[in-house]
Nanobody
Framework: QVQVVESGGGLVQAGGSLRLSCTAS????????ISWFRQAPGKEREGVSC????????YYARSVKGRFTISRDNAKNIVSLQMNSLKPEDTAMYYC????????????????????WGQGTQVTVSS
């Protein structure tokens, strides 16, 4: 069966950095686009970033653009989300998700099309 696993969450002070990692098994990793979503308690899930199967196209939510960077190393089957200049409003459970090929321009509004999801990793940013 397909398994998606996130890691790297933790507690950090505002202005600090964290690096999240995502890996998947049971699928051909470089056939899949990978995205990061996040959900804070009492709030709707929102898309954070997306990267195509090759890494040639990336997308970011306006709220994180310039602070977060998504990348992938298909040889190592890893997608990373480098999060810099973290703010308290970044506090959320972060989820990794996978779909075939690419991120559409509306990828964050097409949650039902993301076939595989990880269990989440908690990011907490203190003020």
């Amino acid at each position: 069966q397909v398994q998606v696993v996130e890691s790297g969450g933790g507690l950090v002070q505002a202005g600090g950095s964290l690096r999240l990692s995502c890996t998947a098994s049971g699928l051909t990793f470089d056939d899949y686009a990978i995205s990061w979503f996040r959900q804070a308690p009492g709030k709707e899930r929102e898309g954070v970033s997306c990267i195509s199967w090759s890494g040639g196209s990336t997308y970011y939510a306006r709220s994180v653009k310039g602070r977060f960077t998504i990348s992938r190393d298909n040889a190592k089957n890893i997608v990373s989300l480098q999060m810099n200049s973290l703010k308290p409003e970044d506090t959320a459970m972060y989820y990794c998700a996978a779909r075939v090929n690419f991120c559409t321009t509306d990828w964050a509004q097409e949650e039902l099309l993301w076939a595989y999801w990880g269990q989440g990793t908690q990011v907490t940013v203190s003020s």
